[in-house]
T-cell receptor
């Protein structure tokens, strides 16, 4: 298995632009998670899906952030409009059966820089 | 929610030394994982260990769920072991929940 695949690996954009981050979970995993990592706040959960349905989005910082999972093999995290404080590394993770059997697997992350 | 505390926050060792990293969690858990974030930022899953002991080469981990702590042991450290080690956990009554991460232990192995 290729693991959790995220794209792009790096993104540099100007303030006010729309940014879309992409994630392909491991085939057969029914949970997908989006995390953000910053120096100040560490790793924090933004949102997670179960069988493509958003379950908990309480970690999404504000309305500028949105996430979708149109099918079992693809998810997007969109920021519109982007701001410099959104600069961070965004990770996607997936798990089987809630992670109670084998844990969670993380992608390589997308490093976002908003200038 | 679950609180996860890791110690020490920083650790500098010479190559070949052994180390023990600790993770305390505030409540009962049914998922606990150790991750290594390498200098390139990748989060590598080391162990899924809600209880008991596991070993993988020079690394081993033990979780004592009743006492709410987990330990990660690194023996014969190598420079490639450098990076940040995270403990993460959750408790779920049924489905899943997001992992709560500790702040990490920053390990530097000097040649």
């Amino acid at each position: 298995d290729a693991g959790v695949i995220q794209s792009p690996r790096h993104e540099v954009t100007e303030m006010g632009q729309e940014v879309t981050l992409r994630c392909k979970p491991i085939s057969g995993h029914d949970y997908l998670f989006w995390y953000r990592q910053t120096m100040m706040r560490g790793l924090e959960l933004l949102i997670y899906f179960n069988n493509n349905v958003p379950i908990d989005d309480s970690g999404m910082p504000e309305d500028r952030f949105s996430a979708k999972m149109p099918n079992a093999s693809f998810s997007t995290l969109k920021i519109q409009p982007s701001e410099p404080r959104d600069s961070a590394v965004y990770f996607c993770a997936s798990s089987e059966s809630g992670g109670a059997l084998y844990g969670y697997t993380f992608g390589s992350g997308t490093r976002l820089t908003v200038v | 929610g679950i609180q996860v505390e890791q110690s020490p926050p920083d650790l500098i060792l010479q190559e070949g030394a052994n180390s023990t990293l600790r993770c305390n969690f505030s409540d009962s858990v049914n998922n606990l994982q150790w991750f290594h974030q390498n200098p390139w930022g990748q989060l590598i899953n080391l162990f899924y260990i809600p209880s008991g002991t596991k070993q993988n080469g020079r690394l081993s981990a033990t979780t004592v769920a009743t006492e709410r702590y987990s330990l990660l042991y690194i023996s014969s450290s190598q420079t490639t072991d450098s990076g940040v080690y995270f403990c993460a956990s959750f408790y779920s009554g049924g489905g899943a929940d997001g992992l709560t991460f500790g702040k990490g232990t920053h390990l530097i192995i000097q040649p």
